[in-house]
């Protein structure tokens, strides 16, 4: 519907990340031209053609917003090639290290910056003390020259046993399990290799490790050296790369990741939700999410949230495969997805409460890294000091049967789609999985006999003022069972010592209600429960916005600058000639349009709007630019760039609301591309 005038432009996605690192005591942000992978999302300095919207006031307001300085993290690894993999590591290039540690490698009078040994350990709830001679391989493409001594240098710097070739505790082969000749050497993928050498010493300081090199990142070279550590007697395997999905995965899952007694971890991606990256999506692998973690005053002493940018265009990946089928640990569980679902597990990865890594082949010494690259060896690492899989399990299955045992990740989104497959909730979720280790025993073969499984009860329905009840089911773990639920219409109630759940709903609205069940371990169930308001005890039904379709401008609304508007054949409105308009300046930008209103006392609510989505963003897997629908403090829809249609769309909704509210609207552009979000005809009405 808008009229553009293309004009060439180079897109710089941007990692945006804030946090605070406790062992710098600054606050930052993070921002960083973001390299591609895996068609993810355009490659920094990638020619584009975008198109920027013809009325001036646009353009106008876009060029003078104010200019942020923020700190800065980068991709170590470039572009990969079609079947290949590209490594996960983020590397800040803002941290200015103790003065000491700029000019020498060790020091015992200064502590570099990120998370060490330590902090892991303590936010993990882990022991220093096991893992004695369990090794642990790190599979990476390509040479690292400096690995044993980079390695030996944070080592000594943490107070580590030493791990080298000498004592037995180090070995660097290629993929063929030689010494000689190593793989052409590669400052990029140097970086990914130190991470996961000191991820491994930082979690599980007495294992030995196994670093594997393959000739190329193609995934048959990584792949082969998957094998060869296996073949080596690895029972931990660490996978900190990934790519997009094709439709060889099915084979590379049989020739490379079938390794039952083997626990193998693959880091989920760095693009948000992404439609899934393998290996992370194979069904032999534990899928590893990011998480942002910082310390606090609870009892556990930390806290963690999902790993993302505002802009949805960097944080920990999740998503469906489109070729592996659903394995048997998922079924019981709602993950949104047809066929595999990721990720399991997570740990932290966020840049800005990034870990400390030492490096000098391509880098200079000291630096703090991120990224899911830094969660898959930490997992790995903690399968190691629970000791050695059953010989016949598939050890990702054990988080499954244990999920007591693991830190619930209940707060953050990497993405619109929502719950589960963006949003983090009680339970499983596609950023973070079933949570992060707190201790080993998630993690320990025994795992997957142990601990009841829920039945899904699937969707419910019912109606307001009238008595309803849905009796869950489990089969397994140790009786009596314990019930528990999150999220049920209000009027309802669950019985903890036999699961029913019963009482007489007394809100309208659609309920996503989490079912828990303990019982020698735990087990949950996500599914959704809509009430209807049945016959109305509205005081006062009806229409409640004023001006709902802005003829009268913007009487009524609060806006930003130029948002309520006629705005012609520009963006024609749905009917009248007033219309409002967010976003769409091909510029990093925020939009909101926003009306206070009172739902009556006794009455059910329904929120509707007429929207038209166009852009110039071309990619069919990535939100850059994104719109909030919310009442109140519920967010009530999400749209971005993928929801683009041709005119105008109605879009109606039966949120949860009584008395003083408002219903807002946020409209949020990245750095290029526009994305116009225009709204006409809204209504809350009461009924």
Request: with cysteine; aromatic share 8%; charged share 10%.
């Amino acid at each position: 519907m808008t009229s553009f005038a293309p004009t060439a432009v180079n897109r710089v996605t941007t990692l945006v990340v804030g946090g605070l690192i406790a062992t710098l005591g600054l606050a930052v942000n993070v921002s960083a031209p973001a390299a591609a992978f895996g068609g993810h999302h355009a490659p920094s300095g990638h020619s584009r053609t975008a198109k920027a919207p013809a009325p001036s006031r646009k353009l106008t307001a876009g060029a003078a917003r104010s200019a942020k300085s923020h700190a800065k993290a980068v991709r170590v690894c470039g572009s990969p090639r079609a079947h290949a993999a590209s490594c996960f590591a983020l590397k800040r290039t803002d941290v200015v290290e103790p003065a000491v540690l700029q000019s020498q490698a060790i020091s015992s009078n200064a502590t570099p910056a990120g998370y060490g040994p330590s902090n892991l350990q303590s936010a993990y709830a882990l022991s220093a003390s096991g893992g004695s001679g369990k090794r642990v391989a790190i599979v990476d493409a390509y040479d690292d020259p400096n690995a044993e001594s980079d390695l030996a240098a944070y080592r000594t710097q943490y107070g580590l046993p030493p791990c080298t070739t000498a004592n037995g505790c180090f070995a660097k082969v290629n993929q063929s399990g030689a010494t000689s000749p190593l793989p052409a050497p590669d400052t990029g993928w140097a970086g990914e290799i130190s991470l996961d050498l000191d991820m491994v010493s930082a979690v599980c300081p007495n294992c030995k490790i196994l670093l594997v090199e393959a000739s190329t990142s193609s995934m048959t070279n990584l792949g082969t050296a998957v094998n060869r550590a296996v073949t080596m007697g690895a029972k931990y395997v660490s996978n900190s790369y990934g790519g997009p999905e094709s439709s060889a995965v099915t084979s590379y899952d049989t020739s490379y990741f079938n390794h039952p007694g083997v626990a193998i971890t693959a880091s989920s991606g760095d693009a948000d939700y992404d439609g899934g990256s393998y290996p992370a999506t194979s069904k032999y692998v534990t899928a590893v999410g990011g998480t942002h973690l910082v310390a606090d005053s609870s009892a556990r002493g930390w806290s963690e949230r999902v790993w993302n940018t505002t802009s949805y265009t960097e944080g920990t990946g999740s998503g469906c495969s489109a070729y592996i089928t659903k394995p048997a640990f998922q079924t019981n569980i709602s993950t949104g997805c047809t066929r595999r679902a990721e990720a399991d597990v997570s740990a932290v990865a966020d840049p800005a409460t990034g870990v400390a890594v030492y490096q000098t082949y391509g880098g200079s010494g000291w630096a703090v890294y991120g990224g899911t690259s830094a969660s898959a060896p930490i997992i790995a690492s903690v399968y190691a000091l629970a000791g050695a899989p059953g010989t016949a399990d598939y050890p990702n299955t054990y988080p499954y049967a244990h999920r007591g045992n693991l830190n619930d990740v209940t707060s953050g989104s990497n993405g619109t789609c929502g719950v589960p497959l963006c949003t983090a909730g009680v339970g499983w979720d596609g950023p973070t999985g079933l949570g992060t280790p707190r201790g080993t025993t998630a993690f320990a073969a025994g795992s997957t006999s142990s601990g009841p499984t829920i039945t899904n009860p699937g969707s419910r329905t019912g109606v307001v003022g009238t008595a309803t009840s849905l009796q869950l089911t489990a089969s397994g773990g140790t009786t009596p069972y314990t019930w528990s639920a999150t999220g049920l219409p209000p009027g309802m109630s669950i019985s903890s010592s036999t699961g029913l759940i019963s009482g007489t709903p007394t809100t309208a609205g659609t309920y996503s209600v989490t079912a828990t069940v303990s019982g020698g371990g735990t087990s949950s169930a996500t599914f959704t429960w809509t009430i209807t308001s049945g016959t109305s005890t509205c005081s006062a039904p009806g229409q409640k916005l004023v001006n709902p379709g802005f003829e009268s401008g913007a009487t009524g609304w609060s806006s930003s600058p130029g948002v309520i508007g006629q705005n012609g054949t520009a963006q024609p409105a749905h009917s009248g000639t007033w219309d409002a308009w967010l976003d769409g300046y091909g510029a990093a930008h925020t939009d909101t349009l926003s009306q206070s209103v009172t739902v009556p006392t006794g009455c059910a609510v329904t929120v509707s709007f007429y929207l038209n989505i166009d852009t110039a963003e071309t990619t069919t897997s990535s939100a850059y630019d994104t719109l909030t629908v919310k009442l109140g403090a519920t967010t009530v829809a999400a749209f971005s760039n993928l929801n683009k249609a041709a005119g105008y769309v109605l879009h109606t909704y039966a949120p949860s609301a009584s008395g003083a509210t408002t219903l807002s609207f946020s409209g949020n552009e990245d750095g290029s591309l526009a994305t116009s979000f225009v709204l006409d005809d809204l209504a809350v009405t009461a009924r």
